[in-house]
């Protein structure tokens, strides 16, 4: 059973803030299952987007589990700004979570194949 929407992001700003970095929740969805989309900023201005993976990129044994993908990997901040745009005039239930870490780490767990 996949872990409700509302408790990964409250997991994932607790773990963030607990390492040192900072998180916000720009953008509420819906408790149960919305999509969550992270934006990751780094010092130097540019910025990565991470969102739900498709499942046929999910392994069987984690089909449970959230698992993301790389929408666009250190971008100018107005790319990712037209690409969530995008993304919430096509789901407006969807999670926004902006994080500043240097390193992703196990923050956020990508589906196979990507790194």
Same mark, same amino acid.
């Not at 509302?6 to 773990?15: K, N, P």
């Not at 990508?110 to 194949?113: E, P, Q, S």
């Given at each position: 059973m996949? +872990? $409700?929407s509302? +408790?990964?992001? /409250?997991?994932?700003?607790? %773990?963030v803030f &607990?390492? =040192? ?6 953008h509420?969805?819906?408790?149960a299952s =919305?999509a969550?989309f992270? $934006?990751q900023r ?8 991470? =969102?739900?993976a498709?499942? &046929?990129? #999910?392994?069987v044994?984690?089909?449970d ?5 790389? %929408?666009?990997a250190?971008a100018?901040?107005?790319?990712? &700004? ?6 919430q005039r096509?789901d /407006?239930?969807?999670?926004l #979570?902006e994080?500043?870490v240097?390193e992703i780490g196990?923050? #956020?767990p990508?589906?196979?194949?990507q790194?």
């Open positions: 996949r +872990i $409700r509302d +408790i990964f992001v /409250s997991a994932l700003t607790r %773990r &607990s390492a =040192g970095g900072f998180a916000a929740v720009v509420k969805g819906s408790d =919305g969550i992270i $934006r780094f010092r130097d201005g540019l910025e990565t987007l991470y =969102g739900p498709p499942q &046929s990129m #999910v392994m044994e984690d089909r589990d959230r698992q993301f993908e790389i %929408r666009l250190r100018e901040p107005e790319a990712l &700004s037209a690409l969530i745009a995008r993304e096509f /407006s239930d969807l999670w #979570v994080i500043e240097d196990d923050y #956020v990508l589906a196979a194949g790194s």
